[in-house]
């Protein structure tokens, strides 16, 4: 079952309906994805557990960042645990990852270069 939001858009009376734009194509592919919620769940867990826990320590011991990363790193953990436990839906999910991963990468960012 897709979303499908429509804009409205009126320029000098005429009316004009957008719908293939890049925010609701998103909004269509999580809400298609809501069946697999558990495996999104997992894999969210996986690639933070593997990849981004380990992170402050790394950054920490070889670029001199601070401690205070961790608290970050795990404060995303815990939430996205939190709410997929707790059942919150697809979008929240998934959108825990992709904050996890922006935030992620901008602090290796920070700190490396």
Do not use: C, E
Request: aromatic share 12%; hydrophobic share 55%.
């Amino acid at each position: 079952m897709a979303t499908t939001l429509a804009a409205q858009t009126t320029i000098q009376g005429q009316s004009q309906t957008s719908t293939n734009s890049i925010w609701n194509k998103l909004v269509a592919f999580t809400d298609s994805q809501g069946r697999v919620k558990t495996q999104w769940f997992m894999i969210s867990l996986i690639v933070q557990g593997v990849f981004f826990l380990p992170l402050p320590a790394a950054l920490s011991f070889y670029y001199g960042a601070p401690a205070s990363m961790l608290f970050i790193t795990l404060g995303l953990f815990f939430a996205n645990v939190i709410s997929g436990m707790g059942g919150a839906g697809i979008r929240v999910t998934m959108g825990l990852l992709a904050t996890s991963i922006l935030v992620h990468l901008l602090m290796l960012a920070i700190y490396i270069i």
